[in-house]
């Protein structure tokens, strides 16, 4: 990866980025366990209008990225840390205490639906994400789906955060807007994890992983390795070839 090294120069972090991956995930993962948890309960067998659950994953990562990428990246994801770590935006202890914190976050929020939606949240066991029956419950087609999801969200962040030619200010929204369209499209076969964090949470909490083997192949290997091929390819067809002259990537953050 020495091309990554040509075009980066890796931050240090500190405990204040620590505090914001945990608050931005558990405030992340809170609303998206407390949207499905009061929308898709409502018929959880034959729901399949996720137009206000995307909606609500676009606003959120929107201000949360507004907010928090100054302070630590905004990256809410262990998936994300990993394409970073990769990319050389942020160092492998740093990423370490980053996903640690996420996961903590994670559990946090799915916690906090749980105690204010006991009973609308139990039919959906406060958010869980699972191959649904339109993929006939399949692993493969689940982590395909799963991949392709974080392949386009990561995708946009590369290009709108990582790129040194992009216009930063319009990051937040287009970070935000690529996420909602995902899960409006991948919700109904996946729950739209894109995120192990996101997933774990709901999943610890509930104690429903719908299988140890299925979750960690669809909702932990398939996004981060969707994450990890958005990011290098986007790098190497585009940063790079283009970075004479502009002084390379920016660290996110």
Do not use: C
């Not at 240090?12 to 929308?39: K, N, Q, W």
């Not at 990582?162 to 690529?178: D, F, Q, S, Y």
């Not at 390819?233 to 996110?252: D, Q, S, T």
């Amino acid at each position: 990866m020495d091309s990554v090294a040509e075009v980066t120069e890796v931050q240090d972090r500190g405990p204040a980025a620590y505090i914001a991956e945990f608050i931005g995930t558990l405030i992340l993962v809170f609303f998206i366990t407390a949207v499905v948890s009061l929308y898709v309960s409502i018929n959880p067998a034959n729901f399949s209008d996720f137009s206000v659950v995307g909606l609500v994953h676009a606003f959120l990562l929107v201000g949360l990225v507004q907010t928090l990428a100054v302070i630590s990246g905004a990256h809410f994801n262990p998936a994300v840390t990993v394409v970073m770590t990769v990319l050389r935006q942020i160092k492998p202890p740093d990423a370490a205490v980053y996903i640690v914190a996420q996961l903590a976050g994670a559990v946090g929020g799915a916690l906090l639906t749980r105690l204010l939606l006991e009973d609308e949240g139990r039919a959906v066991n406060y958010g869980v994400t699972s191959v649904s029956s339109k993929l006939d419950g399949a692993t493969l087609p689940g982590m395909v789906a799963e991949g392709i999801g974080t392949f386009f969200l990561v995708w946009v962040i590369v290009g709108v955060a990582v790129n040194p030619r992009a216009t930063k200010e319009w990051a937040a929204l287009a970070i935000g807007a690529a996420l909602g369209m995902a899960v409006m499209v991948i919700a109904p076969l996946t729950g739209a994890g894109f995120n192990p964090a996101r997933s774990f949470g709901p999943a610890i909490v509930s104690g429903e992983f719908n299988g140890v083997g299925e979750f960690l192949l669809v909702y932990v290997l398939a996004p981060v390795i969707g994450a990890v091929v958005a990011g290098v390819l986007y790098l190497n067809l585009v940063i790079v070839p283009g970075k004479k002259g502009l002084g390379g990537a920016e660290p996110v953050g």
